[in-house]
């Protein structure tokens, strides 16, 4: 039971390059989500999808892009790396009334 | 709009101590309510959820948590605390069935003091 797992788990990238994390899930849920962790703001909500080729803003959109071709698929793209766009974010998939997390992955542009 | 305070970034207890973190909602609709916890390079866990039914929710390691609609207030406790306890723990709030999309707190970390 694999669940959530994205990756890369670390990545390393310069300012104005193109980063996609990716992530898959394993129980067909229908919604999916993209956080990101700072410290001093817990998590806040990047992007959501609530079904295939359905996604919606979240409360810090501006810099991202998602699609989801596929049920079990959420890629989170990074048109143009920013050194605030530093930090560790987790994908997430719910059913009914339940999220659940994956591991994570911890980006950092300099 | 939604929102969580947690209260205390940092809280420190003695292994064998009460453990209580704070948290207060701001929601216009009746919420729901969650407790998750982070290990170090880990992802979030779910220890527990209030989802409108009893008030006492009880959830792993021997976590609870209570609901109190005049107080807004959704404080999680543990009885003794355990040097395994140490971690990040977050409150978060939804008011979307299905949808779920969580409002999450700033966090309190917890350390255990042998």
């Known amino acids: 039971d694999a669940g959530i797992t994205q990756s890369p788990r670390y990545k390393i990238t310069e300012t104005g390059r193109q980063v996609t994390l990716m992530c898959h899930q394993t129980w067909s849920h229908s919604y999916m989500f993209w956080y990101r962790q700072d410290l001093g703001h817990g998590l806040r909500l990047i992007y959501y999808s609530a079904a295939a080729d359905i996604t919606d803003k979240g409360e810090v959109p501006d810099g991202y892009v998602v699609s989801r071709s596929k049920t079990e698929n959420f890629p989170l793209t990074l048109e143009s790396a920013t050194r605030s766009q530093t930090s560790v974010y987790f994908c997430a998939s719910s059913e009914l009334d339940t999220i659940y997390f994956g591991e994570g992955s911890w980006l950092t542009v300099v | 709009a939604q929102s969580v305070t947690q209260l205390g970034s940092h809280v420190s207890v003695s292994e064998g101590a009460l453990v209580l973190l704070r948290c207060n909602y701001s929601?216009?609709?009746?919420?729901?309510l969650f407790w998750y916890v982070q290990y170090p390079n880990q992802g979030l866990q779910l220890l527990l959820k209030?989802?409108?039914?009893?008030?006492l929710v009880k959830g792993i390691n021997g976590f609870e948590a209570e609901f109190k609609k005049s107080e807004t207030s959704f404080h999680l406790t543990k009885p003794s605390a355990h040097m395994s306890d140490a971690a990040e723990y977050f409150c978060a709030v939804s008011d979307l069935v299905g949808a779920q999309k969580l409002v999450f707190g700033q966090g309190t970390r917890l350390t255990i003091n042998p």
């Open positions: 929601s216009s609709v009746p919420p729901y």
């Open positions: 209030y989802t409108s039914a009893a008030t």
